[in-house]
């Protein structure tokens, strides 16, 4: 939590100026239908978010050393807080995993109430086995147990000893996140929206059938991901902790060109062959029971939520778009051949 919240304050102008939030619901990933309400907060509602995070990373975490009970209160605000935000985006299983240290915070006296305590219930049942290990005869040391304490001495000098260029990372000010300094990968550098998105872009995949991609009557048709902003008309999805990995990188792709994310020109090449396993991660085939496309295309457009009780709300919209330009220009199978043997990859089609 703090390493995020020091990525943040040391990131974009925005979490100093407190208008972060003002973007992220629109702009995350993947929103969700909460998402959508949430953009349209007050601002001061937002403002209030933002304080409201910097507390929660900056200074909470400080907590865990100051005695039981604001260690049991770091613990269920870093729970509440994930909830919050499992509720208002689709981050994966992101949050869900953040939850799990927190759950280290809280002692036997902080959960008991959780459990059964009459006669026969699971607190009776583990205080009778404490009772019984107290007025039996300590267990006399073994080499198993003197080799079990080493390694675990060992194991904790190897963490200590890890975690050092980690917490260096953390004090300083070129701070990077989400990376390891080691091989091994057993301690490693998290963070999260150290810069936020001031506007969301889609990548739009769409095909023809038409044997001229230049031609004015072509009719492109507009492939469907599963969840990824798209259909105008479609209700944001709520999968979390599920994740959609395609979605979520047309995301990235979407921030660069695409020659810096070859692999959307091998998903067109798979769309042109019609191919059922790329085909399987999407939510609509606009070619389904037909002939597969001869052209795919991607166009770029720039997204927004529409206004709750706006025109385009009432017309079923949750989106409005504006096209930006072509992502990369039309495709057939007979351009890809070249291009996919350059790289070696398999031949998307027939010979």
Known sequence: ALGQGLIKIRGDRCWQ????????????????????????????FHRFETLSNHFLELAVPFCVFLGRRLCVLHGAL?????????????????????????????????????????????????????????????????????????????????????????????????????SSFHSLRIVNTYGAFGSITKERTEVILQGTASPNASAPDAEWKDYEFKCKPGNLWRRPCLISPYHYRLD????????????????IIHLAGKLLANDAQALSLLALNPFEGRAPPRWVRGEHYRYKFSRPGGRHAAEGKWWIRKRLGPYFPPLSLQDLKPYFKSREWPDPGPE
């Open 17 to 44: 100026d407190l208008t972060c939030m003002d973007f992220h619901y629109e702009t995350q990933p993947v929103p969700n239908p909460v998402a959508y309400f949430l953009h349209r907060s007050p601002w001061w």
């Open 78 to 178: 870093q729970i509440l807080f994930q909830v919050v935000l499992i509720i208002s985006g689709n981050l994966s299983f992101l949050n869900w995993l953040t939850i799990v240290p927190s759950l280290a915070c809280f002692d036997d006296a902080t959960l008991g109430p959780l459990f059964p305590s009459g006669p026969g219930g699971l607190k009776d049942q583990v205080l009778k086995m404490q009772e019984e290990e107290a007025r039996g005869p300590s267990a006399p040391r073994t080499y198993g147990c003197m080799a079990r304490r080493l390694v675990n001495l060992a194991l904790g000098v190897l963490v200590a000893g890890l975690s050092v260029p980690v917490v260096l990372n953390l004090l300083s000010p070129r701070q990077v996140m989400n």
């Open 248 to 263: 979520w990188l047309m995301w990235f792709a979407a921030f660069q060109t695409y020659e810096h994310n070859e692999w």
